[in-house]
């Protein structure tokens, strides 16, 4: 059983998702604005948020924001229009999928249910530290160091960097990173490795309009480039 938020402001898409996700075996909670949601997410600590980007008081995006700053929390953005621009947005800011409406009940239980089956933490070889000239990466303790100075990464970034990492030179196409860090049942569009490759190379790269570290390789992927220590 998993504690799931769901933040939405229509009570018809209130009632059917808790309907479905209580069906389920899920312990539910709702909250009909932005400020009642992230009231709700410091009291329950959910597993998953269901997030609608269309919301009164505090727009769903402010509250994602707000979250991201607490929280490596999943969460899946529910939006009313079709535009590339709010999935995009959502993925941007820190979704972790999305789903537009109007939508099936049956595809959101299936997505949740895949959604929690990833495993946020998990990581290849967890008792490994991965040297290299400029970064050095613990994968027991989730820490990062470039030149000895701590990086800040979420759960995902680390598990998208220790992931390339761990094949240094090897070019991984973004199927495959799909599959080693969101889980082969994800359900989402391949952009949503560019956003995140964007983040981790914010706080990774020295420069990160010219990366050092993680080499864009046009057409097919991206590959770990430090030297070896």
């Known amino acids: 059983m998993a504690t799931i938020l769901v933040i939405d402001d229509e009570d018809s898409i209130l009632n059917i998702v808790e309907a479905y996700l209580k069906g389920d075996g899920n312990a539910v909670h709702l909250a009909r604005d932005g400020v009642q949601g992230l009231a709700a997410f410091r009291r329950y ?3 998953l948020i269901i997030l609608d980007i269309m919301l009164p008081e505090m727009d769903g995006l402010e509250v994602l924001q ?3 700053r607490e929280s490596d929390v999943y969460v899946m953005m ?3 229009k079709s535009e590339e621009f709010d999935r995009v947005m959502g993925l ?3 979704a972790d999928d999305y789903l537009t409406k109007p939508f099936s009940p049956r595809e959101l239980s299936a997505r949740v249910k895949a959604i929690l089956r ?6 290849p070889n967890e008792s490994q530290i991965l040297a290299f000239k400029h970064l050095k990466i613990d994968m027991q303790r989730h820490e990062v160091q470039r030149d000895g100075q701590p990086i800040e990464l979420t759960a995902l970034e680390f598990k998208l960097l220790s992931i390339l990492a761990t094949y240094p030179l090897m070019v991984l196409s973004r199927e495959q990173l799909l ?6 049942d994800f359900y989402g569009e391949e952009r949503v490795v560019d956003v995140h490759i964007g983040h981790v190379r914010q706080k990774i790269e020295i420069d990160p309009s010219d990366p050092q570290f993680i080499m864009t390789v046009r057409g097919v992927g991206y590959k770990f480039a430090d030297d070896p220590s």
């Open 92 to 94: 941007t800011v820190g």
């Open 118 to 123: 990833r495993g946020r933490n998990s990581s």
């Open 45 to 47: 600590h959910p597993e």
């Open 78 to 80: 529910l939006t009313a």
């Open 179 to 184: 599959e080693r860090v969101w889980g082969y």
């Open 66 to 68: 707000q979250i991201r």
